[in-house]
């Protein structure tokens, strides 16, 4: 019997790609993002019994509830994976941003990921399934220039910890994957850059990710970095005084 994935923001990016490696790997796929016509497109030429693809927007609870319902029908009512990848980023100083878009960036990478897990419960349950979420490097320290998007970040990571624990009970594995910046059109399309990103480069792609997540779905961790001189990082942050990072932070800051 084929594994059964729902993926979000399966329009672009790591979603994308992710959707891809699993057709290859013989998942049945469900595809949701606000771009219909976009997954429509990229998956025309797939075995579309194996394809659902899906308008959603993940910061609507009901909507999402109604998606994985769907879904969660025409499979025994079970669901092996949920890989939360919708998300929004904006670069730009923090008084720079209107409430309004701060609202947004945090209503979908943080309640979007909050929406979908409690929607998708239910089947995981059924199939003793699996959660993978997108965090983020910024979720480590916060990022100058990123301030919501490290926020929300924080806020997935939070919630991953405490929903592996939780979840447990029901032998269902929940974990995230922590990239840097990804050479993706949410980091391409963006108006104004950063230091950081200038002296640290985008050095990774999608498919880096997704080997990352591939990973995850074999061996879970509750966080996974991606790319080894993030891996490095991580470690070393896991260990320096909080003061030491901040400091490291302020001086890649620096223009």
Partial sequence: MSRIAFITGAASGIGQATAAALYQQGWTLALADINLPALQQQTER???????????????AQQCQQALQQVAQQHQERLDLLFNSAGILQ?????????ERHQQIIDIN????????????????NSRGQVINMSSASAVYGVPMFASYSASKFAVRGLTEALRIEWQEYGV???????PF???????SQQSSAPVLEKLGVNIG?????AEVLKQI???KTHRAVSLPFKLTYL??????GRVTAAIMARLHRA
């Fill in 182 to 188: 990804v050479n993706t059109h949410m980091v391409q």
């Fill in 236 to 241: 070393l942050s896991e260990w320096l005084p």
């Fill in 46 to 60: 797939w075995d579309q019994q194996r394809v659902h693809c899906l308008s959603l927007d993940v910061r609507d």
């Fill in 110 to 125: 943080v309640m979007g990921t909050v929406n979908c897990c409690q929607a998708a419960l239910p089947y995981l349950r």
């Fill in 218 to 220: 074999r061996r879970p």
């Fill in 91 to 99: 670069i730009e100083r923090f008084e720079n941003i209107s409430s």
């Fill in 206 to 210: 999608a498919e880096d990710v997704v």
């Fill in 173 to 179: 594995e929940v974990c995230d994957v922590m990239p």
